[in-house]
């Protein structure tokens, strides 16, 4: 491309000739405030002039082409050019002369580049409506953990306009790597305007890189007459609190088949920083540590309960502990108060059920409500057992012998990494018998699936210790080094959802198996606390977003074929029928 500026007092026709031909052109006019003041003409408009020669691309070409102009009805008067320069030598009087229009040089570098940069930042912003592209920022949120910005907005263009987002700073983000989805109302509004437009997805959103909270962001495009602003709004506050950084990002829209891509490129990005800061702060906060009873000296066993929403199940599983030998013997009971709103009402009731049923534990307050994993985490830093059992406050052993009956397997077989019992709703059909993975190709994700869900015990296919790809957390059973060893529980799920199979995989990616034993047998209420995060929409797209990090984690153990394996009783070296269920 080759561009000439210059000034003209009165109207003529401009041109370029190379050896004689005249070049193809073409002419805009820019205003030049000098000009005018110099010559003291009444306006500036329509002085300045840029002629646009597209078809040469390289600088060498220029030698031997002449500049023209003629009045009406005259020869072309010619004369050679007076300098050149490239767009990384322009000086300010460069830009001076080529006003508006030396955003067109911007053509001749790659988009997005420094170069490009430098001349965009120098051309002034047009006037009047964009004849390229029209759009709208409806909002758009800062991260402070990232300082980086989500923008959300629509914008629709005819071909090979370049389109970005731009701050206060001159910070530009580029729209070619923003989620886009198709929007109607967009199309139906001012599609006709763009009837050439390649990119017909209007609606984005876009991670915007170094943008700032309460930072003014532009979207802007390019034509001969300058730059455009289209449309302007300013970054508000994410929010710290994950909960609430994840209901503002899943209040825009994206239709539920596309949400997993949009997770991985766009909100997985600014949620998991959001998660790990707000996670830095648990080792310092205090922690309250009270035993009730006198506490086994040497567990065997540590039974680590998350509490969070409701605490009332607490006394039905104190029954069942409380008239098992083996577990008043040999096993350490910890509650953990995982919600502000239960600290001063259990502080109560756990004075009066030890009274009652005088089976020792020990309930734990960490200051801050840290999700199933950290609750977990928390348990087991204070647990003494060299076994960790992990169980659910709506999880009922149906008679004694259950927990012997689970540790009897890890020590009979080193190469299982963790053991879960069979678990029934409370009308008695089988709520858990292992987990697997099965594929949502209407989602885009791979979901944890309990195979033999609401059949009858009778009708399960297990009768034996089985290896399984995966068991729940609700009752969850395993060593303490192979817990230390893989790092326990993995906080970074948000709210809570995918941690148990996420611990099961870490133990197969070590080797270990998984096993399920439908010889012992508890009661789930199962997820009466998730219950508890409010409307369907919502609890949806945070399952959706747990499932892509959970597949993006271990996508080829979930995609690898496991066939389950019923384990003979010759396989182990005692018996696991102490504990059989009625």
């Not at 729209?175 to 763009?194: C, K, M, P, T």
């Not at 990119?199 to 309460?214: Q, R, S, T, V, Y």
């Not at 540590?289 to 006198?294: A, T």
Request: one cysteine or more; hydrophobic letters at 40%; charged letters at 20%.
């Amino acid at each position: 491309m080759l561009i000439v500026a210059g000034w003209r007092s009165v109207p003529v026709e401009l041109a370029l000739f190379s050896q004689g031909s005249r070049l193809k052109t073409r002419t805009v006019s820019v205003a030049r405030a000098d000009v005018s003041t110099h010559l003291g003409l009444g306006t500036e408009d329509d002085l300045g002039f840029v002629l646009i020669a597209e078809q040469l691309e390289q600088l060498d070409e220029v030698s031997g082409i002449t500049f023209g102009w003629r009045g009406t009805g005259n020869t072309f008067q010619q004369s050679a050019l007076v300098a050149t320069a490239s767009p990384d030598v322009f000086t300010a009087a460069d830009h001076g002369a080529l006003g508006s229009a030396v955003a067109l040089f911007s053509a001749s570098c790659e988009r997005y580049s420094a170069q490009w940069h430098a001349l965009i930042s120098r051309a002034a912003v047009a006037k009047g409506t964009c004849p390229n592209a029209a759009g709208f920022l409806e909002g758009a949120f800062a991260c402070k953990q990232t300082g980086s910005a989500a923008v959300i907005g629509w914008v629709l263009h005819g071909p090979d306009v370049p389109v970005w987002l731009e701050d206060d700073e001159g910070h530009v983000t580029p729209l070619n790597g923003a989620f886009r989805r198709y929007r109607q109302d967009v199309i139906d509004s001012v599609g006709q305007s763009f009837p050439q437009a390649t990119e017909l997805n209007a609606g984005f959103i876009a991670l915007a890189p170094d943008f700032k909270l309460n930072a003014r962001v532009r979207l802007k495009t390019v034509s001969e007459a300058g730059v455009h602003i289209i449309s302007e709004t300013t970054c508000s506050d994410l929010s710290a609190d994950p909960r609430q950084a994840a209901r503002n990002l899943f209040s825009v829209y994206a239709p539920m088949q596309d949400l997993h891509q949009r997770i991985t490129q766009i909100d997985d990005q600014l949620l998991t920083p959001i998660i790990a800061s707000s996670q830095s702060r648990w080792s310092h906060l205090p922690q309250r540590v009270k035993p009730l009873g006198q506490a086994v000296a040497r567990p065997k066993a540590s039974v680590i309960v998350p509490l969070y929403g409701r605490a009332d199940f607490v006394e039905h599983q104190l029954v069942e502990f409380a008239r098992d030998p083996w577990f008043r013997e040999h096993a350490e009971l910890i509650y953990v108060i995982d919600d502000p709103k239960l600290v001063d009402s259990f502080s109560q009731q756990a004075e009066s059920l030890h009274r009652l049923y005088q089976q020792a534990f020990t309930w734990i307050w960490g200051s801050v409500n840290r999700g199933f994993s950290g609750a977990n985490n928390l348990g087991a830093a204070h647990a003494r057992g060299e076994h960790l059992v992990f169980l659910n406050s709506d999880a009922f052993p149906q008679q004694p012998g259950w927990l012997p009956a689970l540790i009897e397997v890890l020590d009979n077989r080193p190469d299982i990494g963790a053991v879960g019992p069979r678990l029934v709703f409370g009308n008695g059909s089988i709520q858990h018998a292992g987990m697997d993975f099965q594929q949502r190709d209407e989602l885009g994700i791979w979901v944890n699936h309990h195979p033999h869900m609401g059949l009858d015990p009778s009708l399960d296919p297990h009768t034996a210790l089985t290896l399984v790809p995966a068991v729940t957390g609700a009752c969850l059973t395993l060593r303490r080094c192979d817990f230390d060893r893989v790092g326990g529980w993995d906080t970074g799920y948000l709210i809570g959802d995918f941690e148990d199979s996420d611990l099961c995989l870490k133990l197969r990616a070590q080797g270990q198996h998984i096993a399920y034993l439908p010889t012992v047998q508890l009661t789930h209420l199962e997820r009466q606390s998730f219950k508890l995060l409010g409307d369907d929409e919502f609890r949806t797209r945070v399952v959706v977003y747990n499932a892509v990090r959970h597949q993006n984690r271990w996508r080829s153990l979930i995609e690898s074929r496991f066939d389950s394996q019923d384990l003979a009783a010759s396989d182990l070296t005692a018996t696991t029928t102490a504990a059989a269920t009625a």
